[in-house]
């Protein structure tokens, strides 16, 4: 199955200056976005309500690794793209094998990074990148409820 959304850094960089030339305000997040649940379709919908191109940087299955532990993911990152590249709000997916996106911010610069209400802006290591070249970060509200962790907990509590 081809994942028509999902681009490697260089066609995204050549995507991304493209839509800035056309005039199209670019929003950034990113995520491993395992288990797709309502929260991340809010999240991502209201991600899309910035822009005009909201672009979802994936972390690879071994920054996944590295990050939550050797468990996870739960789904492959190509299965992981297919699931977000199918949705109408996002745009573009790029994969990235770093802990952070700091290096696919600084070769995207989108207009407006945005992350959940988890985080503090000021202390995202990608914040003073972003602002340097004249980006925003934005922070969207958190929705209680709704986490990969949590989906994991229920199926182990009724199925082991």
Not at 30 to 41: E, Q
Not at 59 to 72: C, Y
Request: a neutral charge; aromatic letters at 6%.
């Amino acid at each position: 199955m081809t994942i028509s959304k999902l681009m490697s850094l260089e066609d995204a960089i050549a995507q991304c200056e493209q839509w800035r030339r056309d005039g199209s305000t670019i929003v950034f997040t990113n995520g491993c976005f395992d288990l797709l649940h309502p929260g991340h379709l809010s999240y991502l919908n209201d991600a899309k309500s910035l822009g005009a191109r909201l672009v979802i940087g994936l972390n690879s299955d071994d920054s996944i690794r590295r990050l939550k532990g050797p468990k996870r993911p739960i789904m492959s990152e190509r299965d992981r793209a297919t699931m977000v590249s199918g949705l109408s709000s996002v745009d573009m997916v790029v994969m990235f094998k770093e802990d952070t996106p700091i290096d696919l911010i600084s070769s995207l610069k989108p207009d407006i990074h945005v992350k959940g209400g988890d985080y503090v802006a000021e202390h995202l290591p990608e914040y003073p990148i972003v602002t340097a070249y004249g980006g925003q970060v934005k922070i969207l509200p958190f929705i209680d409820g709704h986490s990969t962790s949590g989906i994991i907990e229920k199926i182990l509590k009724r199925y082991c």
